[in-house]
Nanobody, 115 residues
Framework: QVQLQESGPGLVKPSQLLSLTCTVSGDSITTNSFYWSWIRQPPGKGLEWMGAIGTSGSTYYSSSLKSRMSISRDTSKNQFTLQLSSVTPEDTAVYYC???????WGQGTPVTVSS
């Protein structure tokens, strides 16, 4: 059974870099045909797909976020990482990692952007 776990800071100051890591167990991020994705949900709003990384390392980003974000991976640790730069309070959200086709999700980690 695949499990995903997000980790990272719960509080980030405006203009800083947000970095979150998703640790995957029960599956390998380098095999099969799955993609590994980041999704977020701001307070009172719906889910927003942010981007994904494939088993070959290819990356795909939301057009609205691609100028500020990147997704990378550490295959030795079976982890993939989200980096979001120049954060603002509008980036406050619960951040999830998931295996595409979104059949497995992490529990989510809340991130607040505030000074």
């Amino acid at each position: 059974q695949v499990q995903l776990q997000e980790s990272g800071p719960g509080l980030v100051k405006p203009s800083q870099l947000l970095s979150l890591t998703c640790t995957v167990s029960g599956d390998s991020i380098t095999t099969n045909s799955f993609y590994w994705s980041w999704i977020r949900q701001p307070p009172g709003k719906g889910l927003e797909w942010m981007g994904a990384i494939g088993t070959s390392g290819s990356t795909y980003y939301s057009s609205s976020l691609k100028s500020r974000m990147s997704i990378s991976r550490d295959t030795s640790k079976n982890q993939f990482t989200l980096q979001l730069s120049s954060v603002t309070p509008e980036d406050t959200a619960v951040y999830y990692c998931a295996r595409v086709p979104f059949d497995s999700w992490g529990q989510g980690t809340p991130v607040t952007v505030s000074s």
